[in-house]
Nanobody, 118 residues
Framework: QVQLVESGGGLVQPGGSLRLSCAAS????????MSWYRQAPGKERELVAG????????NYAASVKGRFTISRDNAKNTVYLQMNSLKPEDTAVYYC???????????WGQGTQVTVSS
């Protein structure tokens, strides 16, 4: 059974930092491209950052480039999102997504709430 479990969300002040983690199980983690999405109230879910199977390539939404860093540890079946210089507009539920290359199956985590507020 495929599982993606996010953790690390919470309440942080503007300018602060958080690190999200997504622990994967039930599939060959090294064969999946991983990404983080977020969804704010009343808005559509949007891509925040993505990383290839080996971690050799990453991409970011323009709104987070230079502040967020995605990384992965294939030995630990975990993908991370380091978020620095957080802004109130970063407030959202953050979701981990796995894209399994060989059959193009997509899996989602349950999400973790990030709230940036003073």
């Amino acid at each position: 059974q495929v599982q993606l479990v996010e953790s690390g969300g919470g309440l942080v002040q503007p300018g602060g930092s958080l690190r999200l983690s997504c622990a994967a199980s039930g599939f060959a983690f090294g064969s999946a491209a991983m990404s983080w999405y977020r969804q704010a109230p009343g808005k559509e879910r949007e891509l925040v950052a993505g990383i290839t199977t080996t971690g050799g390539n990453t991409n970011y939404a323009a709104s987070v480039k230079g502040r967020f860093t995605i990384s992965r540890d294939n030995a630990k079946n975990t993908v991370y999102l380091q978020m620095n210089s957080l802004k109130p507009e970063d407030t959202a539920v953050y979701y981990c997504r796995a894209f399994r290359i060989y059959d193009q199956r997509i899996y989602w985590g349950q999400g973790t709430q990030v709230t940036v507020s003073s």
